[in-house]
């Protein structure tokens, strides 16, 4: 389990989710997050319900709505992974069969940037709205 604390996080090369990787807000309800990446944004393939798959687990008070994620080039969600957070890709967002997503996506995101969204039956919430994912996955979007 990899615990972190609100703050910002750079990586010189991708970032890849595995397993579980959960935010403490440590109480404070606008605690934030920025995870920057110069290259792409991922998360590993799990799969469906009861299988294990990458999850990003929002505890004590952090919310997805304060949470960044941002991919010098692109971000793609693994098979079933439970993703939270708002996602800046400088070109495409790919989500893979069974991810889901609580949080903002923008593909594109940089100045003369471009980028395609590539979905395959996924759920997309945004924070403050209802959120209705397949069983046995989290029911809140924050």
Known sequence: DNLFFPGVYQSLTSIMVTGDLTLDAQGNPDAVFVFQSSSTVGTAAGGPTPATRTRILLVN???ASNV???AGSAATLGLYSEFQGNILAASDITM???ATS???LFAGAWVGGSGA???DANVVSVPGQPFAPPAGYSTVCQ
């Open 61 to 63: 008070g952090a919310k």
């Open 117 to 119: 969204f590539v979905f």
């Open 102 to 104: 609580c949080g903002r």
């Open 68 to 70: 960044w994620w941002q």
């Open 96 to 98: 893979n069969t069974g």
